[in-house]
């Protein structure tokens, strides 16, 4: 089975970084898009960013101009760098991939385990 594998959150201060990174592992013939997803206590999940396999990419207003998406093909790795981080970033970041299995003519939606960010002082 397909599954994907975060790692990188933590506790880090305002202004700080962190990078995170999502590998996709089995038996996999495509991907399509990549994104990452963030939930906070009580909210709703929403979308961070998307990178399409054509390299375009889509941010959300709160994190323009300071995170960024990019991947590794050959690793089958999205990463997530977190730059200036702010107490509002803090959220359980989920990665997720469209992509299709090999043998399996259908591309599907599949999400990481979730990584905890903790941005506070």
């Known amino acids: 089975q397909v599954q994907l594998v975060e790692s990188g959150g933590g506790l880090v201060q305002p202004g700080g970084s962190l990078r995170l990174s999502c590998a996709a592992s089995?038996?996999?013939?495509?991907?399509?898009?990549m994104g990452w997803y963030r939930q906070a206590p009580g909210k709703q999940r929403e979308l961070v960013t998307t990178?399409?396999?054509?390299?375009?990419?889509n941010y959300a207003d709160s994190v323009k101009g300071r995170f960024t998406i990019s991947r590794d093909n050959a690793k089958n790795t999205v990463y997530l760098q977190m730059n200036t981080l702010k107490p509002e970033d803090t959220a359980v970041y989920y990665c997720?991939?469209?992509?299709?299995?090999?043998?399996?003519?259908?591309?599907?939606?599949?999400w990481g385990q979730g990584t905890q960010v903790t941005v506070s002082s």
């Open positions: 997720k991939m469209n992509l299709r299995r090999q043998n399996w003519s259908l591309y599907y939606d599949y």
């Open positions: 089995g038996s996999i013939f495509s991907i399509n898009t």
């Open positions: 990178l399409t396999s054509g390299g375009i990419t």
